[in-house]
T-cell receptor
Framework: KAGVTQTPRYLIKTRGQQVTLSCSPISGHRSVSWYQQTPGQGLQFLFEYFSETQRNKGNFPGRFSGRQFSNSRSEMNVSTLELGDSALYLC????????????FGQGTRLTVV | DAKTTQPPSMDCAEGRAANLPCNHSTISGNEYVYWYRQIHSQGPQYIIHGLKNNETNEMASLIITEDRKSSTLILPHATLRDTAVYYCIVRGHNNAGNMLTFGGGTRLMVKP
């Protein structure tokens, strides 16, 4: 069974631009969560989607948004990029919301210059 | 979700047991203890979870104290590939969500 796939793996963007990251969960999984990892703040929860609906949201500004499609694939978007948005963005998939186990992808490394 | 406290780093000799402690003194009755690890440049990996009984799987054992205020993750025969950051997370199952609150974790270095 294929794991969680995140694309692209690496990305360089300029301040002020916007970016879209993609996550394909494990087949049959309907919940997708997104996390940001930085050296200073560690791993922080962004949001969770289940059945195309946002279920939980972390403490991030409105520039961070996401969505989930009917096939459970998810995208997250960051608008008006800032230098501080440089981070590893991780996606986790679970069978359903409230699951005991989350499976993480390899992440997308975003660098904002 | 309750907060956890872990030592920032630990060393372990290859082949020996690695015992990673975690304090969660404010844990509530319906909260579980989860362990994840993150090997460098990879996403976190689920290891094990428990409520109050000790648990064991093919990766590790989880020992939870009777008062549930602390727990220990045991890797019985650590290998070099177990070098990673280990996160102890406390989470309830009644919040109808999959949010995980990661702390700083313990950086385990397994040495030859």
């Amino acid at each position: 069974k294929a794991g969680v796939t995140q694309t692209p793996r690496y990305l360089i963007k300029t301040r002020g631009q916007q970016v879209t990251l993609s996550c394909s969960p494990i087949s049959g999984h309907r919940s997708v969560s997104w996390y940001q990892q930085t050296p200073g703040q560690g791993l922080q929860f962004l949001f969770e989607y289940f059945s195309e609906t946002q279920r939980n949201k972390g403490n991030f500004p409105g520039r961070f948004s996401g969505r989930q499609f009917s096939n459970s694939r998810s995208e997250m978007n960051v608008s008006t990029l800032e230098l501080g948005d440089s981070a590893l963005y991780l996606c986790a998939s679970s069978v359903q919301t409230g699951s005991t186990e989350a499976f993480f992808g390899q992440g997308t490394r975003l660098t904002v210059v | 979700d309750a907060k956890t406290t872990q030592p920032p780093s630990m060393d372990c000799a290859e082949g020996r047991a690695a015992n990673l402690p975690c304090n969660h003194s404010t844990i509530s009755g319906n909260e579980y203890v989860y362990w994840y690890r993150q090997i460098h440049s990879q996403g976190p990996q689920y290891i094990i979870h428990g409520l109050k009984n000790n648990e064991t799987n093919e990766m590790a054992s989880l020992i939870i104290t009777e008062d549930r205020k602390s727990s220990t993750l045991i890797l019985p025969h650590a290998t070099l590939r177990d070098t990673a950051v280990y996160y102890c997370i406390v989470r309830g199952h009644n919040n109808a969500g999959n949010m995980l609150t990661f702390g700083g974790g313990t950086r385990l270095m397994v040495k030859p």
